[in-house]
Every structure is written in structure tokens, then in C-alpha cells.
């Protein structure tokens, strides 16, 4: 049987460290509904085009890629367009995994940062989940991605509260610590449900 581990989490909350010790040091393939999605909204792709006639051409840059920063303040402030976008693309997201795990080996990780909430589990095997407490989590995300303190809360807020994500998890991986500590987790956690 396939080994499919569903890595998720809340964002900034470190999916990525861990798929990246994943890739290095086990030599296992990741696939990441991030990088989809943004294959989903492609220049003059249909979903882009979609998107265009819903909030005019403004939601484009100059060069008729997607301007992520408006979009990300309209869909990460209301509902409503939040699910009009994600109706849109987790179809598309959903069908690059499905052939992704048809081509794929033994085993691979799927990086699924709403893998509750987009409703993928069916997906995988195991689920992974890389947990902080919301202090940390909107540090490393205010730090990371340049955001003012309403911003962050805005994006955490559009997502299922980590602890009902940990309550569901396979495995939960502590990443309070240090990302060392984050990666001794990694390995007993590949040892543990083989
Ligand atoms: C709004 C967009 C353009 C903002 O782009 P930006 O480059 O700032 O962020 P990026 O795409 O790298 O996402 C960063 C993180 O935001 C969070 N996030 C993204 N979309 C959503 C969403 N619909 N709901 C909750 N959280 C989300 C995830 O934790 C993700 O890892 C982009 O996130 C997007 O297109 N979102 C809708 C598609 C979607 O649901 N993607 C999630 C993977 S299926
Ligand atoms: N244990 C740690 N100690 C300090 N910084 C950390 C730790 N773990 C992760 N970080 C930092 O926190 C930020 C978020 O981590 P990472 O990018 O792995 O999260 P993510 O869950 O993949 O985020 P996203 O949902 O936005 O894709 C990064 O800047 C990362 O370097």
C-alpha cells in the first residue's frame, strides 16, 4: 500500500521546515497545494480570467499576472469571495494531487495547508499536523510575510483553529521549540506508523 502523509498545519505554523527536511534528508517527494494554486491562476488561465471578470481588471498586475496581495484582502476579509476563489481552484488542486498520487512511488507527502477544511483527507493515509501556539504563529508569519499585526489575525482567522486540526492529526509535531527539536519529531514520526 501507498504511504500518502498529508503534512498540514496552520500557516507559518512550519509545514514547509518539515516538507523541506522531508525532501533532504529522506529523499521523499513533496507536493504542495500552494505551488497548484498558483499553477491554478496562470497567466490567461481560466480560472485567472474568472477571477478578472469577478473583481475587475484591477485584481491584475501589469504584466496580467495575479496581484496576490489584493486578492489575498479580499478573500482573507470575507467569507463569501473566500469560497467563490476556493471553489474555483481546489477542484484544479484536487486533480494535480490525484494524478500526482497515480504517478507517484511508494510513498509521498502531500503539503496541504487546508487539508481539513478543503475537505482532501480522503487523500491521504496519515496526517501529519505541525502545530505552535497562536502567539508564535503570528510572530513568524508577521515576520515572514511583512504583515501588521490585523493582517496576520486575518489570515489566521480564515482558517480552522489549530488546536480542532491537532484533535484530528495521525501525528502532531510540536513546533514551539526549536526547529531542531521540530525535526527529531520528523524522524520518530516516520518510524512510528510504518
Ligand atoms: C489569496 C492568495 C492569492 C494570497 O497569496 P499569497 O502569495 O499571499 O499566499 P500563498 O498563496 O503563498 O498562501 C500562503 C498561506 O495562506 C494560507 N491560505 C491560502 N489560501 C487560503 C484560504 N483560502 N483560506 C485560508 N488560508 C489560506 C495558507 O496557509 C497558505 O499556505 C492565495 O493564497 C490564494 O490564491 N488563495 C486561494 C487558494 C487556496 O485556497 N489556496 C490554498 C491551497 S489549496
Ligand atoms: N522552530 C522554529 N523556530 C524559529 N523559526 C521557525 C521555526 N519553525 C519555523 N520557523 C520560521 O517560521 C516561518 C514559518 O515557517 P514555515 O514557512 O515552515 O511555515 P509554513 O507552515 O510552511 O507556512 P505557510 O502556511 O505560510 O506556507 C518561517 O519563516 C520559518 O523559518
Known amino acids: 500500500m ?9 500557516i507559518a505554523t512550519g509545514k514547509s521546515t518539515v ?6 534528508a529522506y529523499n521523499l517527494p513533496i507536493f504542495d497545494a500552494d505551488i497548484y494554486a498558483r499553477d491554478a491562476v496562470a497567466v490567461d488561465s481560466p480560472i485567472l480570467q474568472a477571477i478578472a471578470q469577478r473583481y475587475g481588471e484591477q485584481i491584475l498586475l501589469a504584466d496580467k499576472s495575479l496581484n496576490r ?17 476556493e471553489n ?3 477542484p484544479y488542486v484536487r486533480d494535480r494531487f490525484l494524478r500526482a498520487i497515480t504517478e ?12 481539513f477544511e478543503a475537505e482532501m483527507t480522503d487523500l491521504v493515509t ?3 499536523v505541525v502545530s505552535c501556539l497562536e502567539q508564535q504563529q503570528l510572530a513568524r508569519l508577521m515576520q515572514r510575510n511583512n504583515l501588521t499585526l490585523e493582517q496576520a489575525q486575518a489570515r489566521i482567522k480564515s482558517q480552522m483553529p489549530i488546536t480542532e486540526k491537532a484533535a484530528r492529526a495521525d501525528i502532531v509535531l510540536d513546533n514551539n521549540s526549536t526547529e531542531d527539536a521540530l525535526l527529531k519529531q520528523v524522524d520518530l514520526a516516520l518510524l512510528r506508523l510504518e
Open 88 to 90: 474555483l481552484i481546489h
Open 126 to 128: 496519515e496526517i501529519w
Open 69 to 85: 496581495i489584493k486578492l489575498g484582502e479580499i478573500i482573507f476579509n470575507n467569507q463569501a469571495e473566500r469560497s467563490w476563489v
Open 104 to 115: 507517484g512511488l511508494k510513498t509521498l507527502v502531500l503539503v496541504v495547508p487546508l487539508l
Open 2 to 10: 501507498k504511504r500518502i502523509i498529508g503534512l498540514t498545519g496552520g
Open 19 to 24: 516538507a523541506n527536511y522531508l525532501a533532504t
